[in-house]
């Protein structure tokens, strides 16, 4: 589950954490660690196809700086995406909802995930949501997200654009993302942790 700050905010909220950061107009959103299992080369070449179209569309990545970074950085460049790519680093837990508010959309193209709290946030901010169709993050989308397969760069450009330019989408992914959130909390998490000791304990006293 998500901490109680991640909501809605209003238009001024998101507004500020732009100014903040010197955020573009529209940038679709990335959160985690900088690093090729999180499928940061395949949102960069999904830019490039982007870019072919249209240039008011920016992609912000905000987490820390993983292993193998370097190439992914100076490949941004390389390829003319260097003003197209903002990479803040950590941001302060207390702007990333508002970061949420801002952007157009989260996406999430990792190879694996554990969990995808990220995914959560999002939802919990009425944030419309771009991941991966594996691991565990249909799990943890549960329908309220567009799934793409990793490692496809067209279908991750033409996700990203169908949500980008899709009012109606917009609005649907946020409606179902606000409902996913709902369904995750921590009072529950430890209720069916409980559970499953429960059980496994009375398979161990049965087996005695």
Do not use: Q
């Not at 567009?146 to 279908?155: E, I, N, R, S």
């Amino acid at each position: 589950a998500v901490g109680e700050r991640y909501s809605p905010r209003s238009a001024g909220e998101a507004e500020g954490v732009r100014r903040k950061y010197g955020l573009p107009d529209r940038f679709v959103l990335f959160v985690g660690t900088i690093e090729p299992r999180k499928g940061v080369d395949t949102l960069l070449a999904a830019m490039r196809l982007i870019l072919k179209a249209r240039t008011d569309v920016a992609v912000v990545m905000a987490g820390k700086v993983g292993w193998r970074v370097t190439p992914l950085v100076e490949e941004a460049g390389s390829v003319g995406l260097s003003g197209h790519v903002r990479l803040l680093g950590h941001v302060a837990e207390e702007d990333m909802p508002s970061l949420y508010s801002a952007s157009e959309l989260l996406v999430l193209p990792s190879r694996y995930e554990g969990f995808g709290l990220p995914l959560v946030e999002a939802f919990a901010c009425g944030t419309p949501v771009v991941c991966s169709n594996i691991s565990s993050m249909p799990e943890v989308a549960g329908g309220a997200a567009v799934l793409v397969p990793p490692d496809h760069p067209k279908a991750l450009a033409e996700a990203l654009l169908a949500v980008v330019d899709g009012a109606d989408k917009k609005r649907e992914l946020r409606e179902k993302g606000l409902r996913r959130a709902a369904s995750f909390s921590w009072k529950k998490a430890a209720e069916e942790t409980i559970e499953v000791y429960g059980r496994v304990l009375g398979r161990r006293k049965a087996c005695r």
